[in-house]
């Protein structure tokens, strides 16, 4: 096949825009500079469509597609920014804050927490809805990291993270819905973890403050998961 | 097994029959046996011999009328009599050939005229593990014939001639789905069968898994010819054992005769099926997340497209349908599909099984046509409400579904039709309300279902369910405001639009539906403080539910 032929052109926010047919509507949109909410979504792991922030209408659709899993197709006319679209980011993302304990003031991820990022930018001023304030674990039993399941989103980053890159597949969820937690091992504590390399990738692409290196609490935890699209070429050019 | 031999052994099978002058069908479905089928049949056994008649004494499945169990049905005069106890089997047994046991005779017939059985046309009159049984009424002809005499084409002509839709709860154009499933391109293709059955109330599949597992083992065999695949699986909630080891003997058995396994027929088509145990989880039953249960992962759903058609057990092209929508596979084939889509509606074609609960006289299975309207089923089948009471609304589609008023009685059932009045066909789930039931109370009921069953991986779903809980049971306390309605008015709405899967994206159906017909009720727990049903206490409420009243914004951002 042509290098053409894998070519598709579509418009984005009535922006003519093209990308591989392989690439995702968010790939394509983030390429050309135009911004749609991402959470779950993080370069260099797999696809969940998980935070549903990143919805996106196209036309023709019965539905609002997630972005970060939608691939492009030719012709498609895609719509990221409208009212009722961004009222639904808000009103998902006042569902997040009030889900746990997420009381930025004292957070160590404060100042660096994608979640806080987001509600200052799509403008969630205020939440509507009743904290639930359920009393979450954490865990400190690791010698260099903590679990702080009142942070966590669920967005399951840290999931992926030690299982396709590291390979330890340390972490997993247990539980549904609102009990759902993510968890080391068959729930041992994370220090007694056999399987945990201490490579602590999952600290660096935990969007809160849900999982932090020790020596950075009460400070600023910086987080750097820039380096996973990093690894992952490295792994694709090792297995060719 | 190749088209002769099966004819021999159909001839066989029948030929027994006249040894006998009566044949007694005892219910052995889960609901007779909870209340001592088994006892009943060893009873009619032993009354049979005793009196030297030619009569069979036979164990069957599911005959529908749960309510009036154990259900015994005497052929060839067709009498049913419920509620039958052992000490009933001497007067069974001696009124053979005469007048039926008046005083057993509950007028059962209500129930059973208007109904059309193609999908429980063996239950309730064969064994269901024996599998001459089945053969003697028809069954395997159409596999035989499909793979002896038709193409895979010829096979999906016809089901698209039909006009059937997935009975598990979406509707989806079954031929479609096969043709789709057969164009894709793959060396290995499987078929899911999907039982996991998991709305509250329902019960269809169980019971013509328990009844005619056959049927369903035919169905399956005869989309994996017409689709291209060799191996299948049939997903049971392990909640349902009976259903468990009739599938187990029904498959053992199509094995011994060659309908399973490799050269069906004396061809080139092998098939075969296992079972997979779900653990109960409602989640599960959705096809994505089915799909990864089976592949032994968490059973969790995931954004489609790519549908499982293109990508779905271990990434090949994989087809999915419900129980009963391969209950109806062979009779098409059968009888050719012009005849499945003369009966129903213009969209809607064929019958469709119900499970009637509720408030109403006669509870159980019905299988009617669809375009029949829920006036004759809920008044004419079921027989009304009990107690003198008066009708108030009709819940179909189970979590996803919705509420229908009086003024949709007389609507004819189909999925449009259902759906354009606020519910949904659902898989079959009918439950009948009438007014001692409180409409709030109801839509919180399933919406408490959706919470707890919600797996949790999309936040819409997941914490908007609890959301929408607590502000439904602030109304059913009466602590409620209207800034409280319009709140949930708008979390149905973002639920709806955003959750990932099937189930959030219904779960608001029941709230909807009630806001749209019994608004007045959420009024009356609102500005008057009153359950006009009388079943809230409101002012008992917990006191920390009222002083919680709109704690909302803090703003920690
Ligand atoms: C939450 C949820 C639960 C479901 N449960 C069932 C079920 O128990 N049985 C079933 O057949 N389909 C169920 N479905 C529908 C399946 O995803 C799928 O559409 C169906 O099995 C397709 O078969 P059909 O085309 O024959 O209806 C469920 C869907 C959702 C979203
Ligand atoms: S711990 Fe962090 S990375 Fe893991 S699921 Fe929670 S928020 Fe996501
Ligand atoms: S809608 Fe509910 S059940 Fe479906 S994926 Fe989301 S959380 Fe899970
Ligand atoms: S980024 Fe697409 S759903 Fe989370």
Same mark, same amino acid.
């Given at each position: 096949?042509?290098?053409?032929?894998?070519?598709?052109?579509?418009?984005?926010?009535?922006?003519?825009?093209?990308?591989?047919?392989?690439?995702?509507?968010?790939?394509?949109?983030?390429?050309?500079?135009?911004?749609?909410?991402?959470?779950?979504?993080?370069?260099?792991?797999s696809?969940?469509?998980?935070?549903?922030?990143?919805?996106?209408?196209?036309?023709?659709?019965?539905?609002?597609?997630?972005?970060?899993?939608?691939?492009?197709?030719?012709?498609?006319?895609?719509?990221?920014?409208?009212?009722?679209?961004?009222?639904?980011?808000?009103?998902?993302?006042?569902?997040?804050?009030?889900?746990?304990?997420?009381?930025?003031?004292?957070?160590?991820?404060?100042?660096?927490?994608?979640?806080?990022?987001?509600?200052?930018?799509?403008?969630?001023?205020?939440?509507?809805?009743?904290?639930?304030?359920?009393?979450?674990?954490?865990?400190?039993?690791?010698?260099?990291?903590?679990?702080?399941?009142?942070?966590?989103?669920?967005?399951?980053?840290?999931?992926?993270?030690?299982?396709?890159?590291?390979?330890?597949?340390?972490?997993?969820?247990?539980?549904?819905?609102?009990?759902?937690?993510?968890?080391?091992?068959?729930?041992?504590?994370?220090?007694?973890?056999?399987?945990?390399?201490?490579?602590?990738?999952?600290?660096?692409?935990?969007?809160?403050?849900?999982?932090?290196?020790?020596?950075?609490?009460?400070?600023?935890?910086?987080?750097?998961?820039?380096?996973?699209?990093?690894?992952?070429?490295?792994?694709?050019?090792?297995?060719? | 097994?190749?088209?002769?031999?099966?004819?021999?052994?159909?001839?066989?099978?029948?030929?027994?029959?006249?040894?006998?002058?009566?044949?007694?069908?005892?219910?052995?479905?889960?609901? +007779?046996?909870?209340?001592?089928?088994?006892?009943?049949?060893?009873?009619?056994?032993?009354?049979?011999?005793?009196?030297?008649?030619?009569?069979?004494?036979?164990?069957?499945?599911?005959?529908?009328?749960?309510?009036?169990?154990?259900?015994?049905?005497?052929?060839?005069?067709?009498?049913?009599?419920?509620?039958?106890?052992?000490?009933?089997?001497?007067?069974?047994?001696?009124?053979?050939?005469?007048?039926?046991?008046?005083?057993?005779?509950?007028?059962?017939? &209500?129930?059973?005229?208007?109904?059309?059985?193609?999908?429980?046309?063996?239950?309730?009159?064969?064994?269901?593990?024996?599998?001459?049984?089945?053969?003697?009424?028809?069954?395997?002809?159409?596999?035989?014939?499909?793979?002896?005499?038709?193409?895979p084409?010829?096979?999906i002509?016809?089901?698209?001639?039909?006009?059937?839709?997935?009975?598990?709860?979406?509707?989806?154009?079954?031929?479609?789905k096969w043709d789709t499933v057969a164009k894709v391109k793959g060396a290995q293709k499987y078929v899911i069968c999907n039982?996991?059955?998991?709305?509250?109330?329902?019960?269809?599949?169980?019971?013509?898994?328990?009844?005619?597992?056959?049927?369903?083992?035919?169905?399956m065999a005869i989309a994996a010819y017409a689709i291209g695949a060799a191996k299948g699986y049939i997903y049971?909630?392990?909640?349902?054992?009976?259903?468990?080891?009739?599938?187990?003997?029904?498959?053992?058995?199509?094995?011994?005769?060659?309908?399973?396994?490799s050269?069906?027929?004396?061809?080139?088509f092998n098939f075969d099926i296992d079972i997979r145990?779900?653990?109960?989880?409602?989640?599960?039953?959705e096809e994505t997340a089915l799909i990864a249960s089976i592949e032994g992962k968490?059973g969790?759903p995931r954004p489609r497209p790519p549908y499982p058609a293109v990508s779905g057990l271990w990434g090949a092209p994989t087809l999915i349908n419900?129980?009963?929508?391969f209950?109806?596979?062979?009779?098409?084939?059968?009888?050719?599909?012009?005849?499945?889509?003369?009966?129903?509606?213009?969209?809607?074609? &064929?019958?469709?099984?119900?499970?009637?609960?509720?408030?109403?006289?006669?509870?159980?299975?019905?299988?009617?046509?669809?375009?029949?309207?829920?006036?004759?089923?809920?008044?004419?089948?079921?027989?009304?409400?009990?107690?003198?009471?008066?009708?108030?609304?009709?819940?179909?589609?189970?979590?996803?579904?919705?509420?229908?008023?009086?003024?949709?009685?007389?609507?004819?059932?189909?999925?449009?039709?259902?759906?354009?009045?606020?519910?949904?066909?659902?898989?079959?789930?009918?439950?009948?309300?009438?007014?001692?039931?409180?409409?709030?109370?109801?839509?919180?009921?399933?919406?408490?279902?959706?919470?707890?069953?919600?797996? &949790?991986?999309?936040?819409?779903?997941?914490?908007?369910?609890?959301?929408?809980?607590?502000?439904?049971?602030?109304?059913?306390?009466?602590?409620?405001?209207?800034?409280?309605?319009?709140?949930?008015?708008?979390?149905?709405?973002?639920?709806?639009?955003?959750?990932? +899967?099937?189930?959030?994206?219904?779960?608001?159906?029941?709230?909807?539906?009630?806001?749209?017909?019994?608004?007045?009720?959420?009024?009356?727990?609102?500005?008057?403080?009153?359950?006009?049903?009388?079943? +809230?206490?409101?002012?008992?409420?917990?006191?920390?539910?009222?002083?919680?009243?709109?704690?909302?914004?803090?703003?920690?951002?």
């Open positions: 096949m042509s290098a053409e032929a894998n070519i598709r052109t579509l418009t984005i926010d009535e922006v003519d825009v093209s990308a591989r047919a392989d690439q995702t509507i968010l790939e394509a949109a983030r390429e050309h500079n135009i911004e749609i909410p991402t959470l779950c979504h993080l370069e260099g792991l696809e969940v469509g998980a935070c549903r922030l990143c919805l996106v209408q196209v036309k023709g659709a019965r539905r609002l597609l997630p972005a970060c899993v939608t691939r492009v197709e030719e012709g498609m006319e895609v719509t990221t920014h409208s009212p009722r679209i961004d009222r639904y980011r808000t009103m998902v993302l006042e569902l997040f804050f009030a889900e746990r304990n997420h009381v930025c003031s004292v957070c160590v991820a404060n100042g660096n927490c994608e979640l806080q990022t987001l509600a200052l930018r799509l403008g969630m001023t205020h939440v509507e809805m009743p904290y639930q304030y359920p009393q979450l674990p954490v865990d400190a039993s690791h010698p260099r990291f903590t679990v702080d399941h009142n942070r966590c989103v669920l967005c399951t980053r840290c999931v992926r993270v030690c299982g396709e890159i590291e390979g330890a597949n340390t972490w997993g969820v247990m539980g549904r819905g609102a009990q759902s937690l993510v968890i080391t091992d068959l729930k041992e504590p994370w220090g007694e973890s056999e399987t945990c390399t201490s490579c602590g990738k999952c600290v660096q692409v935990c969007p809160t403050g849900a999982l932090f290196e020790k020596s950075r609490a009460g400070m600023r935890a910086q987080k750097h998961p820039e380096f996973l699209p990093y690894l992952r070429i490295m792994r694709e050019g090792e297995q060719q | 097994m190749n088209a002769e031999e099966l004819q021999q052994l159909a001839a066989e099978a029948r030929d027994e029959r006249p040894q006998f002058d009566y044949e007694v069908n005892v219910c052995m479905g889960t609901g +007779c046996l909870s209340q001592h089928s088994d006892r009943v049949k060893n009873a009619l056994e032993k009354e049979a011999e005793i009196s030297g008649r030619k009569c069979h004494v036979r164990r069957t499945g599911c005959m529908g009328l749960c309510a009036a169990g154990p259900m015994v049905l005497v052929e060839p005069a067709e009498t049913r009599y419920g509620h039958v106890h052992e000490g009933d089997a001497q007067e069974i047994v001696a009124s053979l050939g005469g007048d039926p046991v008046a005083r057993l005779d509950p007028q059962l017939r &209500g129930y059973f005229e208007g109904q059309k059985h193609v999908v429980l046309e063996n239950s309730g009159h064969i064994d269901p593990e024996k599998i001459e049984e089945y053969i003697a009424r028809d069954g395997y002809e159409a596999l035989v014939k499909a793979v002896t005499e038709m193409s084409g010829q096979v002509e016809q089901i698209m001639k039909s006009g059937l839709r997935g009975r598990g709860g979406g509707g989806y154009p079954t031929g479609l039982g996991d059955e998991g709305d509250p109330g329902a019960f269809m599949d169980r019971s013509v898994l328990e009844s005619d597992p056959q049927r369903v083992i035919e169905g049971v909630r392990a909640e349902y054992p009976l259903a468990v080891q009739r599938l187990t003997v029904a498959l053992q058995q199509a094995r011994r005769r060659g309908l399973l396994g050269g069906i027929c004396e061809t080139t145990l779900g653990a109960g989880a409602f989640v599960c039953g968490r969790t419900n129980v009963e929508t209950a109806n596979v062979a009779p098409i084939l059968r009888h050719g599909g012009e005849w499945f889509s003369s009966m129903g509606t213009a969209r809607s074609k &064929g019958t469709k099984v119900f499970a009637l609960t509720g408030k109403i006289q006669r509870t159980g299975l019905v299988e009617v046509p669809m375009g029949m309207t829920l006036r004759q089923i809920i008044f004419g089948i079921g027989g009304g409400v009990p107690d003198g009471r008066k009708f108030k609304a009709v819940q179909t589609g189970g979590p996803s579904g919705g509420c229908l008023p009086e003024e949709h009685l007389d609507l004819s059932i189909s999925y449009d039709a259902l759906i354009s009045a606020g519910s949904m066909m659902g898989s079959g789930g009918m439950i009948v309300m009438d007014d001692t039931s409180c409409m709030v109370s109801v839509a919180r009921f399933f919406m408490e279902f959706c919470m707890t069953e919600s797996c &949790g991986k999309c936040v819409p779903c997941r914490a908007g369910t609890v959301q929408m809980y607590e502000l439904l049971t602030r109304i059913t306390k009466g602590v409620a405001t209207h800034r409280d309605l319009d709140r949930l008015t708008d979390l149905c709405e973002v639920v709806g639009a955003t959750s990932l +899967c099937g189930l959030g994206q219904t779960a608001p159906n029941p709230v909807l539906s009630t806001l749209r017909y019994f608004r007045h009720e959420y009024l009356a727990h609102i500005d008057e403080k009153r359950c006009p049903a009388g079943v +809230c206490e409101i002012g008992t409420g917990h006191p920390a539910d009222s002083a919680e009243v709109t704690v909302a914004g803090e703003v920690h951002v």
